[in-house]
């Protein structure tokens, strides 16, 4: 059966445009989390939350 993770990405202010910064969870709950306190921070933008099979 294929892993399931779950990937943030994001861009942060004090970085640049051009560097995504990552980060990958086997757990949903803290992924989610994670993604949601991302979004709320004010100095990040383009913020995604994936599913990723492997």
């Given at each position: 059966?294929?892993e399931?993770?779950?990937?943030?990405?994001?861009?942060?202010?004090?970085?640049?445009?051009?560097?995504?910064?990552?980060?990958?969870?086997?757990?949903?709950?803290?992924?989610?989390?994670?993604?949601?306190?991302?979004?709320?921070?004010?100095d990040?933008?383009?913020?995604?939350?994936?599913?990723?099979?492997?």
């Open positions: 059966m294929p399931k993770k779950y990937r943030v990405t994001w861009k942060h202010t004090s970085t640049g445009k051009d560097h995504v910064h990552v980060k990958e969870f086997k757990n949903i709950d803290h992924g989610y989390d994670f993604y949601q306190s991302v979004q709320r921070d004010a990040c933008y383009k913020v995604t939350w994936d599913h990723i099979w492997l």
